[in-house]
């Protein structure tokens, strides 16, 4: 009896775990957040490179864009320090991710083309993407909505706004900074119940989403850079083995996704 009594509790949570472990997000974790994105954008002020591959040691760079011209998706992780300490933060988590493709005999106009496609994005990118819109646009400023559907044995759907600011570097490179200005969580997507639950007292799954393209021509064709920084809650106590690999694992799978979508759409 203990088993299946087991056995029926992980399914509740499994199915439910929205519900099942309401987060709040709190001021120190937004402060947190905050400072991290702060001296991550002074980092990258100052890179002498425009790309991360242009930074790596020199064997290290060859094997990599070895990589990439063979069709590979090249991503890793990064962690932001403050006088080469870690930057807590509080109740929550900070997801920090880096990839780039290259893509053969493209240009950076069909890469921006296809990046500030927002009102078609929900087919482009779907079904992590479940609907897009773009709400308004002054010059390369874009203000967008985005339903994300996020799935890893639950299913979470957040709506989404963002700010995105792109800029024409030179002739052959661009770039662009999106910032999430209100994620809300879904509860009953898809159904007559459907009702956003209150911005920041939700599930944690989501909380912050600031995303930074950069994109060069070279080479032959162009690389494509994405570096993307997200806040979650934290893990609860007592079900690390159960949240955790939903909490860490979509962050980095959404990044190659992405960026894999983006290279199969430029390749056609």
């Given amino acids: ?108 106009d069909k890469a921006l083309s296809l990046l500030q496609d927002y009102d078609h994005h929900a087919q482009i990118y779907a079904p992590a993407v479940a609907a897009s819109k773009l709400l308004s646009r002054d010059g390369n400023n874009f203000r967008v909505y985005l339903r994300f559907m996020m799935k890893k044995v639950i299913t979470v759907v957040v709506n989404s706004e963002h700010d995105a600011r792109f800029t024409r570097d030179g002739p052959n490179r661009a770039s662009s900074r999106i910032y999430s200005t209100r994620i809300a969580e879904v509860e009953s997507p898809g159904t007559p119940s459907e009702r956003e639950r209150p911005v920041g007292n939700d599930g944690g799954y989501l909380w912050r989403l600031y995303s930074y393209w950069r994109v060069l021509e070279r080479d032959g064709g162009t690389y494509v850079q994405c570096e993307s920084i997200s806040l979650t809650r934290d893990i609860p106590m007592g079900f690390g083995w159960l949240v955790r690999p939903f909490v860490t694992s979509i962050p980095r799978e959404s990044l190659e996704f992405t960026l894999t979508t983006t290279r199969n759409v430029l390749r056609k």
């Avoid at 399914?11 to 991550?40: C, I, M, S, W």
């Avoid at 064997?59 to 006088?83: C, F, M």
């Fill in 1 to 108: 009896m203990r088993g299946t009594a087991g056995a029926a509790a992980v399914l509740v949570v499994l199915v439910g775990a929205t519900p099942a472990f309401p987060a709040e997000l709190k001021a120190q974790t937004v402060a947190a957040f905050d400072r991290y994105v702060q001296v991550t954008e002074q980092r990258m002020k100052g890179d002498p490179q425009f790309l991360w591959v242009d930074r790596l040691p020199a064997s290290q760079q060859r094997a990599v864009l070895e990589a990439l011209r063979r069709g590979e998706l090249v991503i890793d992780g990064l962690a932001t320090r403050q006088g080469g300490k870690e930057i807590d933060i509080p109740d929550g988590m900070v997801h920090h991710w880096i990839g780039v493709v290259f893509v053969p005999g493209t240009t950076v």
